[in-house]
């Protein structure tokens, strides 16, 4: 029988190529909401914004080491990774000096696997249930290290009349990363996100978006909640800052299908 504090993680990379499409947002909560059910999760925050970590509430000042070190070799990502205010969830924080990382990156040798062995060599001890990696708004060396890292891509999609174009081009990625550097890798799904019932717009979209690519999207919508939009501001999750409000009540069911897509993957496994 596998020792459950030495068994691996599932690592899930959070990635969009496209901005502004909720991506932090539900690397943030959909963490939060997994930790709230008792799972043990670590937020690898890889984009150079930062805002997984200011998310948490956790200030410039308090980021001494974090990702740009774990690539660059510095530090070891156990030495990187800081507690929030969510029992069993911690983080590995963006350093201001991961903005420069794409072009320090390109002369390192295995420049594209250096997340992926920092990782593989740390983090099977520590009896994490998941690693979230909040991949930046590109399809440069940074998110390329978060796809070859994960096991599965989770994919935020906008409500938006362009979201099935950018769509097309992460799913294209995927399959060259699978193809090339990662066998592993999987779609694990896409969530509908800014999804507003009101709008016409945006229940056209989600019914375009399930047409095409049928089970793979989340039944659960992330809607547009002005709490959710308030909650980085005060350096907290949605659900410590209003468990009550839809946006919350949104992700906590999201984490109830991703626990029960990943119990069925491995059950089949």
Not at 56 to 82: C, Q
């Amino acid at each position: 029988m596998t020792d459950p504090v030495s068994k691996a993680p599932r690592i899930l990379a959070i990635a969009n190529q496209k901005g502004g499409v909720g991506k932090t947002t539900t690397a943030i909560n959909l963490a939060t909401a997994l930790a709230a059910v008792g799972k043990k999760v670590l937020v690898v925050d890889l984009d150079p914004q930062g805002n997984a970590s200011t998310g948490f509430g956790i200030p410039s000042s308090e980021r001494h080491v974090g990702t740009y070190d774990v690539l660059i070799g510095d530090t070891s990502p156990v030495e990187a990774i800081l507690p929030t205010l969510v029992p069993g969830l911690s983080v590995m924080p963006a350093t201001t000096d991961l903005a420069g990382a794409e072009l320090e990156l390109v002369d390192l040798e295995r420049r594209e696997y250096r997340l992926a062995e920092a990782l593989r060599d740390s983090l099977s001890g520590m009896g994490l249930d998941y690693v979230m990696i909040d991949a930046p708004p590109s399809l440069g060396l940074l998110t390329l290290n978060a796809l070859i890292a994960a096991d599965a891509v989770i994919v935020p999609l906008q409500c938006e009349f362009f979201a099935l174009e950018g769509l097309a081009q992460l799913m294209r990625t995927i399959d060259l990363v699978r193809g090339r550097f990662n066998p592993r890798l999987s779609l694990q799904g896409v969530v509908l996100t800014m999804f507003d019932k009101r709008n016409n717009l945006s229940e056209s979209v989600a019914a375009d978006v399930r047409q095409h690519l049928g089970d793979v999207v989340y039944e659960t919508a992330i809607p547009r909640n002005v709490r959710i939009s308030e909650a980085p501001s005060h350096g907290k999750p949605v659900l410590l800052y209003d468990l009550r409000c839809p946006g919350s009540q949104a992700y906590v069911m999201l984490a109830s299908e991703l626990i029960r897509r990943e119990s069925a993957l491995a059950e089949a496994a």
